[in-house]
């Protein structure tokens, strides 16, 4: 399922051969549903949020809108962000690693979970050791953490093999029911400067998919816009959902923006990301008006999943010792 919500948004969902259907809710807000489903969004909104006095403002200014159940958390170099002033205390919680994987790896090119540096390596395992204690801090306040996106820095020389390991310990930790995503960021391609150039889609959707297998709670988040980035064309998106969800891995679909234009020509768009869902309650929920929304997640709130999860109970395996089934990260 896609979920969109501007004129150009519901063109690429249609031109992936699904049909939007959009409702007229009072004032400004659009609520869109695909094949009779309503979302309900966790708003990145960190980007966007003012400091001071109008932050709390802000924030009870998002509370007014139903769609929104949570938040997009930035977990940055030195910590994760405080939960915000003015913010929904009973709103859930996605964390994301990105802002402080960035500036790590800005500091130190051989920091990455996907490392074949040791050190580099090490220290992004414990910069993901800190996440856990930030979701635990999260928890311990009441706040509900879904998800946490994980990437498979460094840029340029990072490996399967490298990332399985980080992730085989990472995952052995306890999340407490905190689901992990691995969110795709775009691939080094032939005659293309990439502007992160993590693994490619085919090796982490591989590789999550072997650690699936073994029942453990994680999954591949296809981002909008870094796929279009990655090769310059939008039907990389759809070819990227239609992977994931062939190989039963896809957790999320974020539409994020992106243009051909210099950044400081254009204004920082955002679309929703969808999660599968666990309610079974169905109600109109409205989606943001695309010149005022942030960054955002959405899932549908309907009573069927995104993705079919795998049923394996088996024996924990590392993915790449290749016997009993398991995928090879490196050839599949």
């Known amino acids: 399922m896609l979920v969109v919500k501007t004129v150009r948004g519901i063109t690429r969902a249609r031109q992936a051969g699904v049909e939007p259907q959009v409702g007229e809710p009072p004032g400004d807000v659009r609520s869109i549903q695909i094949e009779g489903e309503n979302v309900s969004l966790i708003v990145g909104a960190y980007p966007a949020q003012p400091e001071g006095l109008l932050q709390s403002q802000f924030f009870e200014e998002l509370a007014a809108l139903a769609a929104i159940r949570g938040l997009e958390l930035p977990y940055r170099a030195w910590g994760g962000d405080p939960w915000p002033a003015g913010a929904n205390a009973d709103w859930s919680a996605v964390v994301t690693a990105i802002p402080g994987t960035m500036q790590r790896a800005g500091a130190d090119a051989r920091f990455g979970l996907a490392s074949t540096d040791r050190e580099g390596r090490r220290a992004a395992v414990d910069f993901t050791a800190g996440i856990l204690g930030y979701v635990a801090g999260l928890r311990d306040q009441g ?3 879904e998800a946490v996106a ?3 820095a460094p840029s340029g020389h990072g490996t399967p093999a490298a990332f399985a390991e980080s992730l085989w310990e990472i ?5 407490q029911g905190t689901s992990l995503v691995v969110e795709h960021c775009d691939a080094p391609r032939p005659g293309r400067v990439p502007e992160k150039g993590f693994l490619s889609f ?3 959707t591989n590789l999550v998919r072997a650690f699936r297998e073994q029942g453990q709670d994680i999954g591949m988040l296809v981002n909008w816009a870094r796929t279009v980035i990655e090769t310059g064309q939008r039907r990389t998106a759809a070819a990227h959902v ?3 969800h062939e190989a039963g891995v896809l957790n999320g679909l974020m ?6 234009k210099p950044p400081s020509s254009v204004t920082r768009g955002s679309m929703p990301i969808c999660l599968p869902s666990r309610s079974k309650e169905l109600r109109p929920v409205p989606c943001l008006p695309p010149a005022k929304s942030p960054d955002a997640f959405a899932k549908p709130a309907g009573r069927r999943s995104l993705v079919s999860r795998s049923a394996c109970q088996g024996p924990r395996r590392h993915p790449l010792s290749g016997p009993h089934g398991c995928v090879k990260c490196a050839t599949s």
């Open 242 to 244: 239609a992977e994931a």
């Open 143 to 145: 706040h509900r953490v």
């Open 171 to 175: 995952l052995g930790w306890d999340w």
């Open 255 to 260: 539409f994020s923006g992106c243009s051909p």
């Open 150 to 152: 994980l990437h498979s």
């Open 202 to 204: 085919s090796d982490e």
